[in-house]
């Protein structure tokens, strides 16, 4: 089970090269902007692919309800910087190569198509305070989050 609606959302530091190389550290849009985090299980995969492909081509729509959309998987930051590239993906996308914000967030996956445990797929708000407004893990690796309902709470958090 991910961590509840109304839990302080666990901060973290993890390393990025995609779209720059960068250290994303959650807190630095506490006070500034609403975050989605959208947990994911490994590059170069079909259904990982589709759903970073279509979080870039809305990601203006993200923009205009004052979130950032960082997304977060256990690959290398390499392997997720030459994934982004083939893929065209647009999206942040930071490497919890370690898996200490993957466990921090309660959504492991263990023994993913038993290569060995991985993010499970998972979304959360984060508001500007560092509160988790939305919280879902997928019932598998297959199914994508509730993109509408994510929405609907950054509309509603937008209005404050």
């Known amino acids: ?13 993890l390393k990025s090269k995609t779209p720059v190389d ?6 630095n849009n506490f006070g500034k902007r609403n975050t989605l985090l959208l947990f994911f ?5 079909r259904v990982c ?17 004052g979130a950032d959309v960082i997304a977060i998987s256990v690959d290398s930051p390499f392997s997720q910087a030459a994934w982004a590239k ?6 942040t996308i ?21 290569v060995g445990d991985a993010s499970a797929r998972a979304a959360f708000v984060v508001d500007k305070n560092g509160t988790i407004q939305y919280s879902e893990q997928t019932p598998t690796p297959l199914d994508m989050p509730n993109f509408g ?8 958090l937008a209005k404050k």
């Open 86 to 91: 083939q893929e065209e993906i647009g999206v």
């Open 41 to 45: 299980p490994f590059v170069f995969t």
């Open 49 to 65: 692919a589709d759903e970073m492909c279509d979080m870039t081509v809305d990601l203006d729509a993200y923009a205009a309800l």
């Open 149 to 156: 309902a994510i929405k609907s709470v950054l509309a509603k």
């Open 22 to 27: 960068a250290e994303v550290t959650l807190s």
């Open 1 to 13: 089970m991910p961590i509840p609606i109304g839990s302080k959302a666990p901060d973290f530091s």
């Open 94 to 114: 930071a490497s919890d190569f370690n898996k200490t914000v993957t466990k921090a967030y309660e959504v492991m996956f263990p023994m993913l198509a038993k």
